[in-house]
């Protein structure tokens, strides 16, 4: 008898917790750090879902050269474009004030 073996390509990426919605609106807005070291940025998506809505948080680090901040103000971020359907593959998650927030996520599409 052959021996079944399972190619581990598609499997992989089809395991795990994936949200599909919809983007409503996408801001950022930097802060400094306790130990006064600099600022971060966190983008905040927010997501439609059949129901219900899910906040996708984002840290930046302004030195990565992904977002831009002028002083406490971000000029520049990786926004999502509104309207548009997105797909993440969801690595770490919370529940706060009953709403679904998303701490880490890949983009899928």
Do not use: C
């Not at 073996?5 to 801001?27: A, D, Y």
């Not at 926004?79 to 899928?108: N, P, Y």
Request: aromatic share 8%; proline share 3%; hydrophobic share 40%.
């Amino acid at each position: 008898m052959a021996e079944k073996t399972n190619g581990t390509g598609q499997n992989e990426k089809l395991n795990g917790l994936f949200v599909r919605g919809v983007v409503m609106s996408s801001t950022a807005k930097a802060l400094k750090r306790k130990d006064g070291t600099g600022v971060f940025v966190i983008a905040r998506h927010e997501l439609a879902l059949q129901p219900g809505l899910a906040v996708w948080e984002a840290f930046h680090d302004p030195k990565d050269g992904k977002v831009k901040v002028d002083g406490e103000t971000v000029t520049e971020f990786p926004k999502l474009t509104d309207f548009q359907q997105v797909t993440l593959k969801v690595l770490r998650w919370e529940e706060k004030d009953k709403r679904f927030v998303i701490k880490d996520a890949e983009l899928v599409t």
